[in-house]
Nanobody, 124 residues
Framework: QVQLVETGGGLVQAGGSLRLSCEAS????????MGWFRQAPGKERQFVAA????????GYADSVKGRFSISKDNAKNTVYLQMNSLKPEDTAVYYC?????????????????WGQGTQVTVSS
């Protein structure tokens, strides 16, 4: 059974940084494209970033480009999301997800497996 567990969320002031981790079990992340999504209260879940199976290519939402960085450690079966220069509008529950498709995708419906989410709150 595939499980994804996110950690690293918390409360941070605007301009600060956080690093989220997503540890997978039941499968190896080297066989999946991995993504991060977020959902703020009253809003739809939105794409944040994704990384290919090899880690050689990444994709980002325009709203986080230049501030967030996705990476993976296949040996640790873990995906990371480094978030810098955080803004209050980054406040959301952040979810890790895995998909069996072969190309980077920002569509949440393409992702087969999801974590339970971790809360990120950015104060102004």
């Amino acid at each position: 059974q595939v499980q994804l567990v996110e950690t690293g969320g918390g409360l941070v002031q605007a301009g600060g940084s956080l690093r989220l981790s997503c540890e997978a079990s039941g499968h190896t992340i080297s066989s999946n494209i991995m993504g991060w999504f977020r959902q703020a209260p009253g809003k739809e879940r939105q794409f944040v970033a994704a990384i290919t199976r090899s880690g050689g290519s990444t994709g980002y939402a325009d709203s986080v480009k230049g501030r967030f960085s996705i990476s993976k450690d296949n040996a640790k079966n873990t995906v990371y999301l480094q978030m810098n220069s955080l803004k209050p509008e980054d406040t959301a529950v952040y979810y890790c997800a895995a998909t069996n498709v072969v190309a980077l995708t920002a569509h949440s419906t393409a992702y087969n497996y999801w974590g339970q989410g971790t809360q990120v709150t950015v104060s102004s």
